[in-house]
Each structure stands twice: as structure tokens, then as C-alpha cells.
């Protein structure tokens, strides 16, 4: 399974960014797709997760601000970023893993800046 995220960048505090993840090769029908991050000198954590069937979880960092969505007819996760914090700047990385094991893949990482 291959993981390419997409649109990170610079934002102002209150601003908002789309943040795109396109998975590909042998993607299993149940599964999860979701985002982590990492900010600098910080441990990976969880930003949100959403099941094919459409269940969601949140950090509670961002709830009520972030938003993940899925297309799965085209093995796609969104995360719709609102109400951005200088808190949230971090590395975010797409994150994949079959509803049946633990193991998980990873997309390469995008970069999101909150700063004015």
C-alpha cells in the first residue's frame, strides 16, 4: 500500500488548510484511514481516524475544528483543517491499516506552519 498526502503549506492562525491522502496498491474493502502528526521535539499522535463504514474519532485537541472525510471510491481521506492554532504546526502524516491487523502504513509526511 502507497500513501500520498498532499496540502500542506503556510497558514495565519485562523486560517485553514485541505489536507488530501490518495492510497493505492492492495487496499483491503475494511480498513481504516485517518491523519497523525508530529510536531518538533513531540511523540506522534493522533489527529482523527475514519472507518470505511464512516465512523470517525478525534483528538480532542481538534475537535470541533478539524474535520476527516473519506471517498472510498477513490481510496481517498481528507482532513479539512478550521480555526488553526500555532499549536498545530507538526509534520502530518497519512496513516492506513486493514480493519483485520495491527499493522500500519504510512504516507511521507506534510508539513503544516501556523504562524502569522
Known amino acids: 500500500v502507497q500513501l500520498q498526502a498532499s496540502g500542506g503549506g503556510l497558514v495565519q492562525p485562523g486560517g485553514s488548510l485541505r489536507l488530501s491522502c490518495a492510497a493505492s496498491?492492495?487496499?483491503?474493502?475494511?480498513?481504516?484511514m485517518g491523519w497523525y502528526r508530529q510536531a518538533p521535539g513531540k511523540q506522534r499522535e493522533l489527529v482523527a481516524t475514519?472507518?470505511?463504514?464512516?465512523?470517525?474519532n478525534y483528538a480532542n485537541s481538534v475537535k470541533g475544528r478539524f474535520t476527516v472525510s473519506r471517498n472510498n471510491a477513490k481510496n481517498t481521506v481528507y482532513l479539512q483543517m478550521n480555526s488553526l492554532k500555532p499549536e498545530d504546526t507538526a509534520v502530518y502524516y497519512c496513516?492506513?491499516?486493514?480493519?483485520?491487523?495491527?499493522?500500519?502504513?504510512w504516507g511521507q509526511g506534510t508539513l503544516v506552519t501556523v504562524s502569522s
Open positions: 475514519i472507518s470505511s463504514g464512516g465512523s470517525t
Open positions: 496513516h492506513y491499516r486493514r480493519y483485520d491487523t495491527p499493522t500500519a502504513y
Open positions: 496498491g492492495s487496499i483491503f474493502r475494511i480498513n481504516f
